[in-house]
């Protein structure tokens, strides 16, 4: 990337900031290793609480924040009500389940026992001001779209307006990577004739493998070195014949055969699959175990997956940013986050919003 590009990029996020008028609370559930909620404090917003299930991620979020009020555990057994009218957003990335109450028409009740109903009970309970929900791509056409249809109309039926669903492309904020997820931004009722939220605009700079992993704009340092899965010998052979860039149909066909078995034949790209990643691309999107078959990353010059603090690079955490459990969990965890830079890009906009909202709940007291 050339200095002038360099410079570009670098205003490019600084434009993005939006000071906050007064600290806005947020609680996050499903939280993760922390991705959306470091790019959320680095947009001037302050966590209140954060949830998850999984102990090791509970771990990595008290370890880096130790001030944050972490709760290791089940979203179920979470009293919610002490937190009604101190909290300005809900953010959260619930799993995608398949549920449905076409015929029911008892809203919120239909999806009982889904990871969904405890978000929506969170924000039955919190009545924050606006809420964020994160989840995959895929839910836009799950069950031909009746799910999201569903989840739309429980928020609408607690007194939010929900604007159209939208997947943003992380590689548009900042991103080193092809990471596609789906959002769903909600404002309560009250205040959506007065304010307009403006999803976070792309930026012009694109940047690479090679951006995340040198030091450039992105990162003032190389990588730092750490541990990484190995492939096993037979995929390190095959591997070893694909060129950066490249993919299974760039092997010898008798080898393709022999690796792909049934999958040769059923036709498609599957592009992903004996995939070596090239210094001058975005990386495909990061899955949680980087040597499993038909989803393998190689690094560009070596033939083996990205190491821990490679894969945290290519989601844009920093280096300081300490992952806890076996290596096996750190992958898992860092697979499933939020890219840090895209969730800032969210934050901003987000502030943005409750900013317009702070400022018509002052005029209106003076009025």
Same mark, same amino acid.
């Given at each position: ?13 600084? +434009? ?9 609370? &947020? ?58 009218? @101190? ?28 990871? *969904? ?9 919190? +009545? ?40 943003? @492309? ?7 990577? @092809? ?34 992993? @040198?030091?450039?704009?992105? *990162?003032?340092?190389?990588?730092? &070195? ?21 993919? %299974? ?13 049934? &999958? ?14 090239? %210094? ?8 949680? &175990?980087?040597?499993?078959? +038909? ?73």
């Amino acid at each position: 990337m050339g200095e002038a590009q360099s410079v570009l990029a670098l205003s490019e996020m600084l +434009q993005t900031y939006q000071t906050p008028l007064r600290p806005y609370q &947020s609680i996050e559930l499903f939280a993760g290793a922390g991705g959306m909620a470091l790019g959320m404090e680095k947009a001037g917003i302050e966590h209140i609480l954060l949830n998850d299930f999984d102990r090791y991620a509970a771990a990595t979020l008290k370890k880096n924040r130790p001030q944050w009020h972490v709760v290791h555990g089940d979203v179920a057994k979470i009293d919610f009500r002490p937190y009604r009218g @101190k909290v300005d957003l809900l953010t959260g990335g619930f799993p995608c389940q398949a549920f449905s109450y076409a015929g029911k028409k008892r809203g919120l009740e239909d999806t009982r026992g889904t990871l *969904f109903y405890e978000f929506a009970r969170a924000l039955k309970e919190t +009545q924050p001001k606006v809420f964020l929900a994160e989840n995959v791509k895929g839910l836009l056409n799950h069950d031909s779209g009746r799910t999201l249809e569903t989840i739309v109309s429980v928020f609408e039926s607690m007194g939010y307006e929900v604007l159209t669903p939208r997947v943003l @492309k992380a590689v548009d904020y900042h991103v080193p990577q @092809k990471r596609e997820r789906l959002f769903i931004v909600g404002i309560q009722r009250s205040y959506a004739p007065h304010i307009s939220y403006a999803w976070p605009k792309p930026g012009t700079q694109h940047y690479t493998l090679k951006d995340a992993l @040198k030091k450039g704009t992105l *990162f003032s340092c190389d990588v730092p &070195s750490s541990d990484g899965q190995k492939y096993p010998s037979k995929k390190r052979r095959v591997l070893d014949l694909v060129p950066p860039g490249g993919y %299974w149909r760039d092997l010898p066909l008798e080898i393709q055969k022999s690796y792909m078995m049934k &999958s040769f034949y059923l036709g498609g790209g599957k592009t992903g699959i004996a995939r070596r990643i090239a %210094w001058d691309e975005p990386c495909l999107t990061l899955t949680c &175990s980087p040597a499993q078959k +038909q989803t393998e990353r190689c690094h560009p010059d070596e033939t083996r997956p990205f190491t821990v603090r490679e894969y945290a690079r290519i989601q844009t955490f920093p280096d300081e940013w300490v992952f806890e459990g076996s290596i096996t969990q750190q992958y898992k965890q860092i697979g499933n986050a939020v890219p840090v830079n895209l969730a800032y890009a969210l934050g901003c906009s987000l502030v943005d919003l409750l900013n317009q909202i702070e400022v018509y709940e002052n005029e209106k007291i003076q009025s």
